[in-house]
């Protein structure tokens, strides 16, 4: 994550310095750390504009203007993060061609019959055979600790979080400490399971 600051006619103190990095810290849960982030902060008749832009893929930039600098980088933070789940989910409900046959599998054997009491009212009729046995492959099992919450949490911040880290699957406890899980269906909804 490399940050470029740039300063027009205002100081760029440590407490924005601070406010700016961890704020671009909490992008890294979706983006990773390979992007770049180019910051401009400006003052002009007692209005301080904050810029912010980010490229990762695609570049994504945050416009705010406040009375305060940290208001403004604050809110230009905001934009950046709501742009980046958007389309984070955009991408997410694009639907997708169905799956070609492999090129490596070979078609099923198939027989030609007629069908009927004489050679004048007999019907073609195709007829597949399919394979004795079934193949059955083992599954990939690939652990993964960002799917599950450390800390107790309510419904909404689950929601929030799973929505967050972009997971189909997340694992929470409640206030309670009872294990709940939140799977993501087929039609983009949210379903809760709780276990006993």
């Known amino acids: 994550m490399n940050v470029e600051y740039t300063g027009r006619q205002c100081e760029i103190t440590p407490d924005i310095r601070k406010q700016v990095e961890l704020g671009l810290k909490k992008l890294t849960r979706i983006l990773g750390d390979n992007f770049e982030s180019k910051v401009i902060l400006s003052v002009e008749k007692h209005r301080c504009k904050a810029e912010i832009t980010v490229s990762a893929r695609n570049s994504v930039v945050g416009l705010a203007e406040s009375t305060e600098m940290n208001l403004a980088v604050g809110e230009a933070l905001d ?90 699957v997340f694992v929470f406890r409640d206030a309670e400490g009872r294990v709940k899980v939140l799977h993501r269906t087929k039609d983009g909804k949210m379903e809760l399971i709780e276990a006993p």
């Not at 019907?123 to 690939?142: K, N």
């Not at 993964?144 to 880290?165: G, H, I």
């Open 79 to 168: 934009k950046i993060e709501r742009q980046i789940v958007k389309h984070r989910a955009r991408t997410r409900n694009i639907k997708r061609q169905a799956k070609k046959k492999w090129v490596g599998e070979a078609p099923l054997p198939e027989m030609r019959v007629a069908v009927g009491t004489s050679a004048t009212t007999a019907i073609p009729v195709v007829v597949h055979t399919f394979p004795a046995a079934a193949r059955i492959t083992e599954a990939h099992v690939v652990t993964s600790s960002d799917s599950v919450a450390m800390r107790p949490m309510t419904l909404e911040e689950a929601v929030k979080e799973a929505e967050f880290r972009d997971r189909d």
